[in-house]
């Protein structure tokens, strides 16, 4: 079995985001996007029970090469990465071309998603890559039971469903489902001789355009902060004040 | 400008989000037509004058590929040049297929859009709402992911005009289908919301919060981090991955205010926040904002409403 997780390196999110000319600035050190952490832990917990090869795909500047190697010393075996000027701004569909490209590169069987990016959260790209690869797609994965079967829990907006995972697909993962692993001091150095290669997207077959044009981005009049009461004991009166004002009670 | 609205329907009547669009689109006052999905059977979910399909989906089995191919189809049959589509699971699916087979990025998060020239206009909103992106659809086709409570609902009366589509199983079979008990005030429909955060300390803490909703007749929210750990179901979430809630009053329980939590509730009309940390983001939005411990203040709110 070969499974792909797609990554992504991100700006620091402890940081507010900053943009120029409607594209996020990313600073020379990226970490990897904690969501993406969920898939890597299932691919992982698949690599234990059948012994599989788990490849990191990533788009977007290498940078210090942080993020990946977060997400290799988890656990994965290898790296490949795109990282070219032309793709700066990349909607969901250009991502999603580049990433299903890698996938095929990795052989992959099985690739892995998160539901959404913390940064660009448009939450489309792992369904768009199930599309181009014509493979079918589990969205919403939060839970999984590996057996002799494996078997996936899907969220769904009344509750959740449960599916066996095909041989081959694609799965999206939603946070929260398993405990990503942390690695230890030896995972840490034993990531560091492990391959990242850097693919060139001219030998990609590409179709997706860029079809979304930035116009502006404008700050909206915030609603301005209220009343700050420190409490002494007593500040709950406000609220029943506030309250009866507002007629709740 | 030729539109089709993807809508869902869930508990046999049209979603909200489906009905906000819907009164988007009467209002904008271009032509459209309704594609709905749903799992159930015969759902009244027409209405007048409004040309509706609706595809009914096997609960059993994971369709949505096929329902993406059919829809691509009837887009490009009858030139179709604007989707639009609610942010739900279903449909952020079929939208993303959708945008494959017709080689269109689609926009998602779209709080608004505007038609002019002939091109679409979308809105975005970002850093926790701070700040608005505006961009421009420039590819044939437009397909619009669109937040719940962007637009107000249309009012309609339902009947059973409609058409009926069946769609092809694929191999992948769905089983032990669970829902959720829904009981209570509907987070969605609430005029008072009390969420919680991890601020509350503990799960077994959250009988405060109970019962301070059931004195107020209020629906209870949380944040992500709460229910990662476990302490509500899912269905409670409030925020960019989960519920968006507009209510009269929102009262945010230990909650640090993260903007991924603020894109849900920031447009509540008036906010109540309870933090011990005097500088936590909560207060940047909070119209009356306490600083203090809610293991304290709500035992009191509780003892004297
Ligand atoms: C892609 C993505 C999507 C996300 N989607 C969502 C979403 O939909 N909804 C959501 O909520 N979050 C979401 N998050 C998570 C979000 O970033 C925050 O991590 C989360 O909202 C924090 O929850 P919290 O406020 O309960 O916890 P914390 O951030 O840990 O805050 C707890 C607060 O409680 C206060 N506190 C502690 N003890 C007390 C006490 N005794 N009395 C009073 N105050 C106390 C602390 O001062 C602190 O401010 C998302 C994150 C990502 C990356
Ligand atoms: N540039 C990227 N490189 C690698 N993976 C990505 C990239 N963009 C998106 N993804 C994957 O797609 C998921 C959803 O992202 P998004 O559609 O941007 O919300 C993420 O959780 C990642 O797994």
Known sequence: ?249 | MKTLIIGEVSNSTLSSGTLEILGKAKELGTEFELITIGPDDAPSIGIDSITQKYVKRNPENLQFNNIATMISEYIKNNEVKLVLSSSTYVCRDIISFISVDLLSSPVSNVIDFSISNGSVETINSINGGESIYKSKVNSEHALLLIRPKAFEPIEAEFNDNYDTLEVEDSNIPIFDIFKEEKEGPQLEDSKIVISAGRGMVDKDNLTMINELANKLNAAVGGTRAIVDAGWMPYSQQVGQTGKTVKPDIYIACGISGATQHQVGMKDSKYIIAINKDEEAPIFQIADLGIVGDTLSVIPKLNENI
Do not use: H, W
């Open chain 1, 1 to 249: 079995m070969k499974i792909a997780v797609c990554a992504k390196q991100i700006p620091d999110p402890a940081n507010t985001m900053e943009y120029s000319e409607g594209t996020l600035n990313r600073p020379e050190e990226q970490v990897l996007d904690d969501t993406d952490r969920y898939g890597i832990e299932i691919a992982l917990q698949l690599k234990e029970k059948f012994d599989a090869e788990v490849t990191i795909i990533s788009m977007g500047p290498e940078g210090t090469q942080k993020g990946l190697q977060q997400a290799l010393q988890m656990g994965a075996d290898k790296a490949y990465f795109v990282d070219n000027p032309s793709l700066k701004g990349a909607n969901s569909l250009m991502t999603a071309d580049v990433l299903s490209q890698l996938a095929l590169k990795s052989e992959a069987d099985i690739v892995i998603f998160g539901t959404e990016s913390t940064d660009g959260y448009s939450g489309t790209v792992p369904q768009q890559v199930s599309r181009f690869l014509n493979l079918d797609c589990i969205s919403y994965v939060k839970g999984i039971e590996i057996n002799d079967e494996v078997k996936l829990t899907r969220q769904t907006i009344e509750g959740s469903e449960n599916v066996n995972l095909p041989e081959k697909c694609v799965i999206s993962v939603t946070a929260g489902g398993v405990e990503p692993r942390y690695p230890n001091f030896k995972d840490i150095m034993a990531a560091k001789s492990k391959p990242v290669e850097k693919i060139d997207l001219a030998t990609l077959e590409l179709t997706a355009e860029q079809n979304l044009e930035f116009v502006t981005i404008e700050n909206v009049e915030s609603s301005k902060a209220g009343e700050k009461v420190i409490d002494e004991g007593e500040a709950f009166n406000q609220i029943i004040e506030k309250l009866k004002e507002l007629k709740a009670i």
